[in-house]
Structure formats: C-alpha cells, structure tokens
C-alpha cells in the first residue's frame, strides 16, 4: 500500500514542530546543542520551530496524510544563480554573502536559545559546509514519530521528492547525523561526499550528494 503524501500549510505548523521535536530528541546533533537532557525536553522544540518557519516560508514541508512523518525541504540556486553544470556536490566555494549566512545564524540564536552559542555554532557550520555551484534540492530534515520508524515511511518521503529531482534534472543534497541512517539514504541513490562535518569536540555529521537518474539509467 502506498503512503498518501501532502504539502504542509501553515494549518500544519504545530504539527511539524511537533514530529520533529519527538522525532530529533536524542539526535547526536541535537544532544550536542543541548547537552543536558531536562534542558533538552524544555527548549529544543524552539529550534524545532524555527527551522519549522523557515521551510513554510522559504521551501517545502511534505507530511504524511497521516501526520506521522514529515520532510523539510529548500531549493538551493547555484551561487552564481544558473544552476550551472560545473561541480560534482563537494565544496563550492563561499556559497554567496557569508555576512548573510552569519547574520542569520545569530537571529537564530537570538529566537531560539539567546545564551546557546551551539545554537548559532551548528548553523555557521551547515552554512559553511553547504555546497553552492550547481541547483539542488537540499533536504533539510526528516522526522517520523518514534511509534512509526521502520515502517519506511522516510524513505517514501524522500522519494516522493527524488522522483521529481528526476524528472527535472536536480540533484540532491542532505547532512545525515548519524553513520546509521546513511545506509538509508544510499538505499535512495546518495553517495558520502567524501567529507564529514565534525562538529568541535561534537559528533560527525555526513553530508551527501545525489545526481538525478534518468530514464537511460533507470534499472
């Protein structure tokens, strides 16, 4: 049976939050942002929210109808702005103003968690890290209610938008935060890009990249 996929409106927004909170609560990465447990429980839907409002605005939040599982997605121009042909999904020089990128990360901060410098720390990062020369489909975050992991409903989340990568020729990108769920994503079609994010005195993050099939290298 296939899973009923639907674009997220601001109607959805609480329930979105909500997924992903329950979904990242013992994430490596969110456990570095926010090291202490109780801590954890009481702020983190914070930046849950944040990122949550961000995609709304910004790009596109796929749910379930069900409304156990969702996926975070942004369409990432080129930095040069046409999409060129030139790259391979590895580092792509500064991806665009860099005083933009860091303005940003201290608003987040600022909403989030104003005393966390890990909160405008991890975005820095992932900022630094995002490859920039070619337009891409970049999956910011995917969460499934603890009660519903194993059931693939991720993979068919991620699919849902890969199909469409497919037909118009976009790669993909994501930053996977544990070694585990990269074997999922290779099930799609990724590959490591041959670089990790450590995170300072944090866990490893791994970014990868996916070029779009076409129909001459479908099986």
Known sequence: ??????????????????????????????????????YRRTTHHRLMAAFTDIVLAEGRIDVTE???????????????????????????????DGGDEADDAVRLRESVDPANA?????????????????????????????????????SALVQHVLDR?????LPAYLEASSERST???????????????DIPDGPRMWPMWREPVTGRDRP
């Open 1 to 38: 049976m296939g899973v009923g996929i639907r674009a997220a409106g601001e109607d959805d927004r609480e329930l979105v939050v909500r997924l992903l909170d329950e979904a990242f609560q013992d994430d490596p990465v969110s456990g570095w942002v926010f090291p202490e447990r109780e």
């Open 66 to 96: 069900d409304g156990t599982a969702c996926a975070l997605w942004l369409s990432m121009p080129a930095a040069d702005g046409d999409g060129g042909d030139g790259g391979d999904g590895g580092d792509g020089g500064d991806g665009g």
């Open 118 to 154: 890990r909160v405008e720390e991890i975005a820095r990062l992932m900022a630094e890290s995002h490859p920039a020369d070619r337009a891409h489909e970049y999956l910011w975050m995917i969460g499934v209610a603890p009660a519903r992991q194993g059931e693939g409903l991720g």
């Open 165 to 169: 990568c497919d037909r118009e020729g």
């Open 183 to 197: 074997k999922l994503y290779e099930r799609l079609g990724f590959t490591y890009a041959d670089r990790t994010l």
